[in-house]
Every structure is written in structure tokens, then in C-alpha cells.
């Protein structure tokens, strides 16, 4: 969060890395140590008992066996009492405007799930509003109390010629939004047809966002996984939430691609794909959770990514994997390693105490 406008966020790693140093070698005291708690140690996939965890300056400092050296008078104590210590939850891909509500009220309703991170694509603000539309839903992520960072959406319209709602991006403005703080990467690139017949505005979108250094956002909404699907990974895509049986994901793998599996109000695809890996073999750190759209009564009544981490473990993923799908392979995804998905030295104290 580099030069954030939030003064709530903390201050960048290489601004307080002596700090964290200091007090994991204890010369100076913590303001946090929680206790006792079982380390889900997404780097490792293993379950640590015993951990105690220093954080200062809303940072992890130190993760290991015994953080008494950190412990100082004005240090608060948390006693962990052997509950397990879960990275926040990260929503890989959503749309806030599913919700029916306001970013702010999105966050509200989801944090009490333990979702800290949130990659949102203001797709249908922008098909009415263009690019002021998408600069308001930033500015409102900018100053969200977790990280929300913004996709930036890739066609509006998304049907031209068929729709009448009055915006329309541009390669002009894909290549302004991706110097904006928030901007992660390039929001589902709908228009799969245009990429494989090599259309200027998807090749050229496509093109800003990687020479920005940022993410871009598939959707290949196809069972066709010849030639036409072949022409779309070629053009850039780096993750798909399309896919609706293993065969989907399994595709998408073998291509470099990561296999994003939603599990929306409306959108039910972890069951069937997710045998790619309990069943299939294949890789699971190339998996990631998502939820695409959720309804204001599913985040209240059913929840948000614990309720997609729960799915994914009752169809026969172990415990720790679901979690690593939801939260490092995420943060790798977008190049946020260093920050969020997982419980390690310098990274945010995004963490969830959980039975
Ligand atoms: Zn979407």
C-alpha cells in the first residue's frame, strides 16, 4: 500500500523493516503477541502448534515457538489458547454492485467473515458511468479499513452495438487507470471472440496492463477448448473463472493460466472442478477461490470466503490447501506476496483466530 492516501493502512515493509527487526530480536517491544495458537502455515501447507506471533506497526514481526522477548509493558497479550491462526481470506475476483450495496457497506458485511482482501472489478458502474464511474468506486477502496484493490474493467461496453448504457473504455483509459494507487490488473476480458480475432482495443488493453507490471483478468465464458480457446490464451490472460467442469480447469493449468473456481449466489463451479486436483493430480497452488457475485443475503445469511473455504473443504480438499487457494495463491496471483496471503515476517497482520 506504497503511498497510501489511508492513513489507517500501515506504512510500506522498507519503511519499518528496522522496526521489525528490532523487535524480533527483541530490543524493542511488540504491540501485539498472541499466544499459543496452531500456525496455518500456507507457505508449508503444515499446521504449527505452539506459535506465537509479534506484530508492530500492523505487521508480522515474528512467527515461531516464543515471542516473550517481545513482550514489553505496553505490549497487548492474546491468548491464543491453541485455537488455529488463518491468514485473512482473500476474494480473488467479485463485483461489488452484486451486493446491491456500497463498497464501504460490502466491507461491513464481510470482514466479520474474515475477508481482508478483495480484488473488485466495477464492471457495471463502468458500462453507466466510464471511467469517473470506476475512479469512484477506487477512491472508496483507497480508504477501505482492508485491502480492496480494483480491476480495471476491460469491456464497456460489453455487447457494443447491443446495448445503449452510455460508457465506453478505451486503450486511453485502461492506460491511465492502471497508474492509479488501487488498480491491481485488467478485469475479466470478456470479450474472448475480440481476443482471438485479434481485436486493437482487447490487444491493445491487454498490452497496457503488462507493461504496467499488473494482472490480467480472463473470462472465457466457452466449453470450446480448441483453436478459439488456444487464440484467447495466447493473447494474455493469466486467470479464468469461466471454467464449469474439471476438463475447464485442467485446460486452463496446462496453459499457464490460474484455474479461479467461484462459488457465487448464483455461480456453484468448486464441486466439478475442483476434482481436477482431489481426483485428477493436478497442482493445487495453481487454484484459486473466488466468488464472482455475491447477493447481499448470501454474505449475511451463508457468508463470503469462509463460506467458499468450507465448500471447497466438504468436496475432499484438505483443510490447508482450500485455505492456500484463498489466500498465498491469491496474493501471488497479483504480485502481493510480500504483503498478503500469508502469516510471515513483514507481511500486513491480516489475521483470523478461528476454532
Ligand atoms: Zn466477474
Known amino acids: 500500500m506504497a503511498g497510501s492516501a489511508n492513513k489507517m493502512k500501515p506504512k510500506p515493509w522498507t519503511?519499518?523493516?528496522?522496526?521489525?527487526?528490532?523487535?524480533?530480536?527483541?530490543?524493542?517491544p511488540a504491540d501485539l503477541v498472541i499466544r499459543n495458537g496452531r500456525w496455518v502455515n500456507v507457505h508449508s501447507g503444515e499446521i504449527i502448534a505452539g506459535t506465537d506471533i509479534a506484530v508492530a506497526a500492523?505487521?508480522?514481526?515474528?512467527?515461531?515457538?516464543?515471542?516473550?522477548?517481545?513482550?514489553?509493558?505496553?505490549?497487548?497479550?492474546?491468548?491464543?489458547?491453541?485455537?488455529?491462526?488463518?491468514?485473512?481470506?482473500?476474494?480473488?475476483?467479485?463485483?461489488?454492485?452484486?451486493?446491491?450495496?456500497?463498497?464501504?457497506?460490502f466491507c461491513r458485511a464481510v470482514i466479520p467473515h474474515g475477508t481482508t482482501s478483495m480484488f473488485i472489478d466495477p464492471h457495471?458502474?463502468?458500462?453507466?458511468?466510464?471511467?469517473?464511474?470506476?475512479?469512484?468506486?477506487?477512491?472508496?477502496?483507497?480508504?477501505?479499513?482492508i485491502?480492496?484493490?480494483?480491476?480495471?474493467?476491460?469491456?464497456?461496453?460489453?455487447?457494443?452495438?447491443?446495448?445503449?448504457?452510455?460508457?465506453?473504455?478505451?486503450?486511453?483509459?485502461?492506460?491511465?487507470?492502471?497508474?492509479?494507487?488501487?488498480?491491481?490488473?485488467l478485469g475479466e476480458v470478456m470479450n474472448f471472440p475480440g481476443v482471438a480475432a485479434n481485436n486493437p482495443v482487447m490487444s491493445g488493453e491487454i498490452a497496457e496492463t503488462v507493461k504496467a507490471g499488473k494482472t490480467v483478468g480472463g473470462h472465457y465464458a466457452s466449453r470450446d477448448l480448441g483453436l478459439p480457446f488456444h487464440g484467447y490464451v495466447a493473447g494474455g490472460a493469466e486467470d479464468d473463472?469461466?471454467?464449469?467442469?474439471?476438463?475447464?480447469?485442467?485446460?486452463?493449468?496446462?496453459?499457464?493460466?490460474?484455474?479461479?473456481?467461484?462459488?457465487?449466489?448464483?455461480?456453484?463451479?468448486v464441486a466439478a472442478q475442483i476434482k481436477a486436483v482431489t481426483e485428477g493430480g493436478v497442482d493445487p497452488r495453481n487454484?484459486?477461490?473466488?466468488?464472482?457475485?455475491?447477493?447481499?443475503?448470501?454474505?449475511?445469511?451463508?457468508?463470503?470466503?469462509?463460506?467458499?473455504?468450507?465448500?471447497?473443504?466438504?468436496?475432499?480438499?484438505?483443510?490447508?490447501?482450500?485455505?492456500?487457494?484463498?489466500?498465498?495463491?491469491?496474493a501471488q496471483h497479483f504480485k502481493l506476496e510480500r504483503e498478503v496471503g500469508s502469516i510471515a515476517p513483514g507481511r500486513l497482520a491480516d489475521l483470523l483466530i478461528v476454532s
Open 15 to 28: 519503511e519499518v523493516a528496522t522496526h521489525l527487526v528490532d523487535v524480533a530480536m527483541g530490543r524493542k
Open 58 to 105: 500492523g505487521r508480522f514481526a515474528y512467527c515461531g515457538p516464543n515471542a516473550g522477548h517481545a513482550i514489553g509493558q505496553g505490549t497487548k497479550v492474546v491468548d491464543a489458547g491453541g485455537r488455529y491462526l488463518v491468514p485473512g481470506l482473500c476474494d480473488a475476483h467479485m463485483h461489488v454492485e452484486s451486493g446491491m450495496v456500497t463498497v464501504t457497506e
Open 124 to 145: 457495471e458502474i463502468a458500462n453507466v458511468l466510464g471511467l469517473p464511474g470506476v475512479r469512484l468506486m477506487h477512491d472508496e477502496a483507497v480508504a477501505m479499513p
Open 147 to 185: 485491502n480492496v484493490h480494483v480491476q480495471m474493467p476491460s469491456c464497456v461496453p460489453s455487447a457494443p452495438g447491443l446495448e445503449h448504457a452510455g460508457a465506453e473504455l478505451t486503450v486511453a483509459d485502461v492506460a491511465e487507470a492502471m497508474t492509479w494507487e488501487n488498480i491491481i490488473g
Open 241 to 269: 473463472h469461466e471454467g464449469t467442469r474439471a476438463e475447464d480447469a485442467i485446460a486452463r493449468v496446462r496453459q499457464g493460466m490460474k484455474a479461479m473456481l467461484r462459488l457465487g449466489s448464483a455461480w456453484y463451479d
Open 287 to 330: 487454484f484459486i477461490l473466488c466468488t464472482d457475485d455475491s447477493h447481499s443475503g448470501t454474505l449475511v445469511h451463508e457468508g463470503h470466503m469462509d463460506r467458499v473455504v468450507r465448500h471447497a473443504i466438504q468436496q475432499g480438499l484438505k483443510p490447508v490447501t482450500a485455505i492456500q487457494m484463498a489466500t498465498l495463491n491469491t
